[in-house]
């Protein structure tokens, strides 16, 4: 009887554990829907500053986290303004210096054309559970949505945040709430998913707000306007030549 006991509590624990995803799991998960092979994107990055807000419209061409090209379209004082990145360099062209530079280091972690995404939160597109081990903590509600709550330590020691706490829709496996950290602890950035879309079977975040935890702005609004995955894209598009045209 009591062989017989244990079978059944070894049985009801094994449904529960099925009920209930570890971190790598959800980890997993997270990457399947998010990372994709290669897209083309146009956005509009709204900036909330002190002394009022100002809009950018930019179009980019992403393979993987290795390769990217993004231009800007709007407004007429940013349009032409381009940005390539090849493996671990990214290169930064304006027109009105009519040069190319090369940012490099710590300088990718500065404020992107002023808002509060960094160069390396803009070409972020690498699988979280290569870069951090999870560890799940509980849930909550966000949005009116039920998360997994998961703590991300940092794998290695130079990446832009060491640690991370995110929210996982559990249904979506999307992250809608972000808080991410220096290896002191201190909290750098959060970010705030608003609004979703569906595309090829992927639930994306259409709506991010980015809020630099050391800024006193009022945050940024990133908002996908288009979306195309797993779609050809020339080799052309990334090489520095495409900066000058």
């Known amino acids: 009887m009591k062989s017989i006991g244990w079978m059944i509590v070894l049985f009801i624990s094994g449904i529960l554990r099925g009920q209930n995803p570890d971190g790598t799991e959800i980890l997993k998960r997270i990457d399947e829907n998010q990372v994709t092979r290669n897209q083309v994107v146009v956005s509009t990055m709204t900036i909330h500053g002190r002394r009022g807000s100002r809009t950018l419209k930019a179009k980019s061409w992403i393979v993987g986290d290795e390769k990217s090209f993004s231009e800007y379209l709007a407004p007429p004082r940013d349009a032409g303004t381009?940005?390539?990145?090849?493996?671990?360099?990214?290169w930064l062209y304006?027109?009105?210096?009519?040069?190319?530079?090369?940012?490099?280091?710590?300088?990718l972690r500065q404020s992107l054309m002023g808002s509060d995404l960094s160069y390396e939160d803009m070409l972020e597109n690498s699988r979280l559970s290569d870069r951090y081990s999870p560890e799940l903590i509980g849930s909550e509600m966000v949005h009116g949505r039920d998360c997994w709550i998961l703590n991300l330590t940092g794998k290695e020691n130079d990446l832009p945040y060491a640690?991370?706490?995110?929210?996982?829709?559990?249904?979506?496996?999307?992250?809608?709430?972000?808080?991410?950290?220096?290896?002191?602890g201190r909290l750098l950035k959060q970010?705030?998913?608003?609004?979703?879309?569906?595309?090829?079977?992927?639930?994306?975040?259409?709506?991010?707000?980015?809020?630099?935890a050391l800024s006193k702005g009022k945050g940024t609004e990133f908002h996908i306007d288009s979306l195309e995955l797993d779609v050809d894209i020339p080799s052309a598009v990334f090489s520095k030549a495409a900066l000058r045209r």
Do not use: C
Not at 94 to 102: C, V, Y
Not at 194 to 201: H, K, L, P, Y
């Open 82 to 90: 381009k940005m390539l990145k090849l493996g671990d360099e990214l």
């Open 191 to 212: 970010t705030d998913v608003t609004d979703v879309f569906q595309v090829d079977g992927r639930w994306i975040p259409r709506t991010i707000l980015f809020k630099d």
């Open 163 to 184: 640690a991370r706490k995110i929210w996982v829709d559990k249904e979506r496996w999307i992250v809608l709430k972000e808080n991410r950290y220096a290896k002191s």
């Open 94 to 107: 304006t027109p009105a210096s009519d040069r190319s530079i090369k940012i490099a280091g710590h300088m």
